[in-house]
């Protein structure tokens, strides 16, 4: 029986981005080859990486003057890249979980690092508002979802500076306007691929500003200019992006999508608020449309395991919330359907009924 999916990443994709992805393992397209034995030099996979970056550009309406290119590392390289490239003097950050103060850290190994707003004494559980950016920031630099915590900047922030952002977690959830960024970037491993490709969007204009030599591999011109073929890309998992591309064009693009999201994440949010058993863990106005927190009331506590054994029983995999939150997390990324959303609130149901 096919499970139903709630992982934070690795997690869902398409039954469209499995199955074809499966059907190139065994021949790619009729090259008589296995997608996992072709060379990356091959016309047949140069065109996959071509159509894969401008479905990305038609996607997310990327303006000219930005170019996309496809990375290893994950975006944890990019905590290092980012400020290898960008920041000279001065840069800033909103620091709101995990990731975003991994990103500080890598930041802080370059230049001075203003925290302009942070909610880690309340373990993340709002985004800061109302900050200040110092004006003699290189950029603002921010984490568009905070997949641990359940916390989402769903907008493109209105600020003084240019934006630098990690969407790992929401890109192509919704439309962004990448004309107000220098850099986007995401793990590929949650919307779009299997693990082991990092997607990068990057203003060409803004690159070449730091006085520090950036070495080969670290330097986004490298990758540029070489069209993500420096040294060997990861082959397959940019096979498997290309072909959850071509799904979201079918589904009509990236405003559909973000209106399936919203639904989605307003079933689960609307049964977490009626149920009795259980309750969010964050700010109502931050709460995540990918990742759902939540956490069994104080009164009923003690049934944790006992109806994370239930939803398990019931086909649910992936709903432990991670280790510095407890309770449960169920990530509702593109590919999952309402059917698994709609299972996941029946169980509550029926699990309070029995309560
Ligand atoms: C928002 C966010 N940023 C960064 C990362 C780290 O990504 P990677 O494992 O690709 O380095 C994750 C991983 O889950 C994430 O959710």
Request: aromatic share 10%; proline share 4%.
């Given at each position: 029986?096919?499970?139903?999916?709630?992982?934070?990443?690795?997690?869902?994709?398409?039954?469209?981005?499995?199955?074809?992805?499966?059907?190139?393992?065994?021949?790619?397209?009729?090259?008589?080859?296995?997608?996992?034995?072709?060379?990356?030099?091959?016309?047949?996979?140069?065109?996959?990486?071509?159509?894969?970056?401008?479905?990305?550009?038609?996607?997310?309406?990327?303006?000219?003057?930005?170019?996309?290119?496809?990375?290893?590392?994950?975006?944890?390289?990019q905590?290092?890249?980012?400020?290898?490239?960008?920041l000279?003097?001065?840069?800033?950050?909103?620091?709101?979980?995990?990731?975003?103060?991994?990103?500080?850290?890598?930041?802080?190994?370059?230049g001075?690092?203003?925290?302009?707003?942070?909610?880690?004494?309340?373990?993340?559980?709002?985004?800061?508002?109302?900050?200040?950016?110092?004006?003699?920031?290189?950029?603002?630099?921010?984490?568009?979802?905070?997949?641990?915590?359940?916390?989402?900047?769903?907008?493109?922030?209105?600020?003084?500076?240019?934006?630098?952002?990690?969407?790992?977690?929401?890109?192509?959830?919704?439309?962004?306007?990448?004309?107000?960024?220098d850099?986007?970037?995401?793990?590929?491993?949650?919307?779009?691929?299997?693990?082991?490709?990092?997607?990068?969007?990057?203003?060409?204009?803004?690159?070449?500003?730091?006085s520090?030599?950036?070495?080969?591999?670290?330097?986004?011109?490298?990758?540029?200019?070489?069209?993500?073929?420096?040294?060997?890309?990861?082959?397959?998992?940019?096979?498997?992006?290309?072909?959850?591309?071509?799904?979201?064009?079918?589904?009509?693009?990236?405003?559909?999508?973000?209106?399936?999201?919203?639904?989605?994440?307003?079933?689960?949010y609307?049964?977490?608020?009626?149920?009795?058993?259980?309750?969010?863990?964050?700010?109502?106005?931050?709460?995540?449309?990918?990742?759902?927190?939540?956490?069994?009331?104080?009164?009923?506590?003690?049934?944790?395991?006992?109806?994370?054994?239930?939803?398990?029983?019931?086909?649910?995999?992936?709903?432990?919330?991670?280790?510095?939150?407890?309770?449960f997390?169920?990530?509702?990324?593109?590919a999952?359907?309402?059917?698994?959303?709609?299972?996941?609130?029946?169980?509550?149901?029926?699990?309070?009924?029995?309560?």
């Amino acid at each position: 029986m096919k499970k139903h999916n709630f992982s934070a990443g690795p997690s869902i994709l398409s039954e469209y981005t499995i199955r074809n992805s499966a059907a190139a393992v065994l021949d790619f397209e009729g090259t008589g080859l296995s997608i996992l034995e072709v060379s990356h030099r091959g016309k047949e996979f140069v065109a996959v990486c071509d159509e894969a970056r401008s479905k990305i550009k038609e996607l997310l309406d990327v303006p000219s003057g930005y170019e996309v290119i496809f990375l290893g590392g994950g975006a944890s390289l990019q905590f290092c890249m980012v400020p290898f490239n960008f920041l000279n003097q001065k840069a800033s950050y909103l620091d709101t979980g995990t990731w975003a103060s991994n990103a500080i850290k890598e930041a802080r190994l370059f230049g001075e690092v203003a925290v302009v707003g942070s909610s880690k004494d309340a373990n993340y559980t709002f985004i800061p508002k109302g900050y200040a950016i110092p004006d003699d920031s290189e950029y603002f630099h921010f984490t568009s979802n905070n997949t641990i915590y359940g916390t989402q900047m769903r907008y493109d922030p209105d600020v003084n500076v240019r934006l630098i952002c990690d969407m790992s977690s929401d890109i192509f959830s919704r439309p962004v306007d990448v004309s107000k960024y220098d850099v986007i970037y995401a793990g590929a491993q949650k919307n779009l691929a299997p693990a082991g490709v990092t997607l990068v969007i990057v203003r060409e204009a803004a690159l070449g500003r730091v006085s520090r030599a950036i070495p080969t591999m670290l330097d986004y011109k490298t990758h540029i200019k070489k069209e993500s073929m420096f040294n060997t890309p990861p082959v397959f998992p940019i096979y498997a992006a290309l072909q959850t591309l071509k799904w979201y064009q079918s589904l009509g693009g990236l405003k559909e999508i973000e209106q399936k999201n919203l639904e989605k994440a307003a079933i689960l949010y609307d049964e977490i608020d009626r149920n009795k058993l259980f309750r969010g863990t964050v700010a109502a106005e931050d709460r995540s449309i990918m990742n759902v927190c939540f956490v069994m009331t104080d009164e009923y506590k003690e049934l944790e395991a006992e109806f994370s054994a239930y939803a398990s029983a019931a086909g649910m995999v992936g709903i432990k919330g991670h280790r510095s939150v407890g309770g449960f997390r169920a990530s509702l990324y593109n590919a999952m359907p309402k059917s698994s959303v709609e299972a996941l609130v029946e169980s509550m149901k029926t699990f309070e009924r029995q309560h």
